[in-house]
């Protein structure tokens, strides 16, 4: 049962092992539904495998990592994701050589343990794995809509920095052809 007045000295934050998969799958779709507005359903069984593998791969990939926030108790109560991501440098826009980023994904704290620091613990995690692999920036993604992201990337001093457009290629294909 969830206890809010959860002594958090109790908190662990530690690497995501294989155990971890199946809960850490659970709460990759409770975000996606979080996201998308969405009612909750379930995972079919190709979608579950999927995302068990993808999360897999990423544990025994050196320029990955993923966190859980573990309670005594209580279990897994969140997750982090971070890969690094290299980019080359051209004079002013950046240095003059590959320049690595940390991306930051697939983040979640279950809403009874959320505001309680739980993933300014996880991220500590994420920045100690940056500073190891000379990450100097870290960046991410969220939907506008999502004010809870939104107030949190802020507090911890995130800035927008750019717009993210997508389209689907079908349709920019048709305009490219039709000008419909
Ligand atoms: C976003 C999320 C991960 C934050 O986790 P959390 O454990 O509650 O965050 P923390 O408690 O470490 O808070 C970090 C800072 O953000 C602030 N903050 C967190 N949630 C906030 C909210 N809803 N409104 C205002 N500020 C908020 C905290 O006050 C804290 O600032 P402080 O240290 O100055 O007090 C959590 O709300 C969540 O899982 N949301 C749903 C999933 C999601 O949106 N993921 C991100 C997708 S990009």
Redesign the pocket.
Known sequence: MVNRKHNRDDLVIRKAQEDDLPVLVGFLAK?AL??AGAAPKKLKKKERTRLMEFLAAALVDNDKLVVVAELPDTGLV?MAYIYVWRSQGIWEQAADHEFKSGVIDD???EPEF???????SMLKALIAFAEKRDVPELI?E?AIS?K??D??WK??GFEVTGVRAAAFTNQVKAKLTTGA
């Open positions: 975000l979080h996201v969140g983040i979640w704290v959320r505001k309680l620091g739980i993933f300014s991410l969220y999502n809870e992201a107030a949190t507090r911890l």
